[in-house]
Structure formats: structure tokens, C-alpha cells
């Protein structure tokens, strides 16, 4: 296990230098595949707020729990039992529970034969506030996505169009406190990459986040500072940038013994291109070498619909 930090790069950055900002944040990526962000302009009231209502929900009976459970809807919306995902290629489940949040579209989208309605839980009062802090991290991952498109040496708003009315979903997760009962091999959250473009992850409580340091190959636990947002790589960029930025390999560990006794709670958003855009290697990264790692192009929904059914969603 690594000591290494990875240091926090603030957004204020972005607004008196947004050129250094997004090679700050390219230098991140590159090393590990996730980069901390500071003064990212989310405001805590509406992340205490969807916390809170997380929180409400996940401490209801699992019968009531369960009526929100749809059978075939590969987790797009919604509740998704403990125990149900697990990671491409592990033979062990994910010891965690989850509600997704997607995208309101309107009726007459074209969209909506690919991307379910949201669902509302009866039981607790409040739940818009889940959807402002969909809409509020919706907003930030554009943001961030100009800097990332600065930093690749794009038009700034490349990104702008790849992602309008995506399938970026909200991620209520909740990782039950521990006992002695725990499935052997299976941790809260296994080795895994994420399936989409970015992902922005809000602090949780409770440690147990790690990522391999891609120079040393080491696992580093990711810590960020009150306040701060974790930001990752995920699959689709990957392959969109050549493996230029890398989806980087993270887990969830299982707590250390006097932590057990502790459910952790995070709130990951996972930033999604719309899904008939056509993910393609992009020319200005392919290297002095001519090679491309993904010469056959492929649709954001087809990628998805393969991924989910790697992780057992489908």
C-alpha cells in the first residue's frame, strides 16, 4: 500500500486560469486515472439534502426496499438489492445496495426508448432534493468535461454536444455496517473500472476507496479533504482518447475491524455520453506509432449494453 497523496486541483483555477487548470487536471488523469477537485461550486445544502433522503431510504424495511426493485431493468432506475452487482469478472458479489436517478425526459423524446423513468419512493418526503444535486453534478461534469477537451487540445465544447441529454445516472450507495457474516472473497466494492466518460463522486463518511497508482503499480487509498470531489476516467473516454486517459482499476475495501460497526454511505455520478453517440478514436490521439487501440467504432448504448451484462445488471 501506497502513502502517495493526490493532491487537490481547485476550480477557482478554472475561472483565472483555465489553461493550467485542465493540465493540472490532464497530469492527474494521466498519473492516476482520477484527479481531487476543490472549490467545485456544488452547494453542501443540496448534497446534506440528497444525503439525507439517501440515508431514509436505505433504513427502510428490505420488503418495502424491494417494491422498488425492477426485474430486467438492468438497475437503470431505481433499487437495486445488496448483492446483486458484482465486478467484470469476479466471482464474488458486491457487498453494497444502490438506487440509480437518470435523466426527466420529456415525452416525446427520442431518447426515452433507451432511458427509463425515474422512480419516486412513497415513503420519503423530499425527494427532489436527489434531483437537484442530479441536476447541480450534471452541470459540473460539462465543466469539467471543457477543461478535459482544453487539455486534449480540442475546441473547448467538443464535449458539449457527446453529452446533451445523456444516460449519466445518480448513484445512491449504501454499504451496510459489517459483521462476522461477510461472504469470504467479497468486498464492499471489488476491483473494477467504471463503464462511463467521467465519473464525479462526492466524499463518503467512511474510508475505503483505492486506486492503483499507475506508475507503481501500488493500491493508494483516496482520502480527499472535506469538500473536495473525486473525479475519475471511465471506459467510454478511454476508448474515445486512445487509452490516453486511462480508466484506472479502484475498489471499495472492506473496513478495518473497529469500523465494521459503520454503514459508509458515497454518491457517485456517473457522467454519460447520449447514446447514439458514436464512440470513435479520436485522431489528435492516436500516437507517433499510428496505433489504434479500438479501430471498430461502437455506439455509447451498445458499449453500456455490453458492460451491464459483464456486471450482472443484465
Known amino acids: 500500500m501506497s502513502d502517495q497523496v493526490i493532491p487537490p486541483v481547485s476550480m477557482k483555477l478554472d475561472e483565472t486560469d483555465p489553461e493550467t487548470f485542465a493540465a493540472e487536471l490532464g497530469e492527474e488523469f494521466r498519473r492516476f486515472g482520477f484527479a481531487v477537485i476543490s472549490d467545485h461550486g456544488v452547494d453542501q445544502a443540496i448534497i446534506d439534502k440528497a444525503l439525507d433522503r439517501a440515508k431514509a431510504f436505505f433504513a427502510l424495511p428490505d420488503g418495502i426496499k424491494q417494491k422498488y426493485f425492477i426485474k430486467g431493468g438492468a438497475g437503470a432506475r431505481g433499487y437495486t438489492p445488496f448483492g446483486t452487482e458484482a ?93 462476522s457474516t461477510v461472504p469470504e472473497g467479497s468486498v464492499r466494492a471489488a476491483a473494477h473500472e467504471d463503464i462511463n466518460t467521467i ?26 479533504p472535506a469538500g473536495c470531489l473525486v473525479i475519475n476516467v471511465g471506459d467510454m473516454l478511454q476508448r474515445l482518447t486512445n487509452n490516453v486517459l486511462p480508466s484506472t482499476t479502484h475498489r471499495v475495501v472492506n473496513p478495518a475491524p473497529e469500523r465494521q460497526k459503520f454503514a459508509r454511505f458515497s454518491v457517485p455520478f456517473f457522467l454519460h455520453f447520449r447514446p447514439d453517440y458514436e464512440i470513435r478514436t479520436l485522431e489528435n490521439c492516436i500516437g507517433k506509432d499510428g496505433v489504434n487501440h479500438y479501430p471498430e467504432p461502437i455506439s455509447s448504448q451498445e458499449f453500456l449494453v455490453e458492460r451491464l451484462k459483464e456486471i450482472r445488471l443484465l
Open 87 to 179: 465486478a467484470k469478472d469476479s466471482d464474488h458479489i458486491d457487498l453494497k445496495e444502490f438506487w440509480h436517478v437518470g435523466r426527466e425526459l420529456p415525452a416525446d423524446h427520442p431518447y426515452r426508448e433507451t432511458m427509463a423513468d425515474n422512480i419516486t419512493p412513497d415513503e420519503i418526503e423530499g425527494w427532489d432534493a436527489v434531483k437537484d444535486l442530479y441536476n447541480a453534478l450534471d452541470r459540473l461534469g460539462t465543466r469539467l468535461l471543457r477543461a478535459v477537451a482544453r487539455d486534449l487540445e480540442l475546441d473547448e465544447y467538443f464535449f458539449d454536444d457527446t453529452i446533451r441529454d445523456g444516460n449519466s445516472v445518480l448513484r445512491l450507495l449504501h454499504y451496510p455496517a459489517q459483521d
Open 199 to 224: 465519473t464525479l463522486l462526492l466524499g463518503a463518511d467512511e474510508a475505503g476507496l483505492q486506486v492503483i497508482d499507475r506508475r507503481t503499480g501500488d493500491w493508494i487509498s483516496v482520502n480527499p
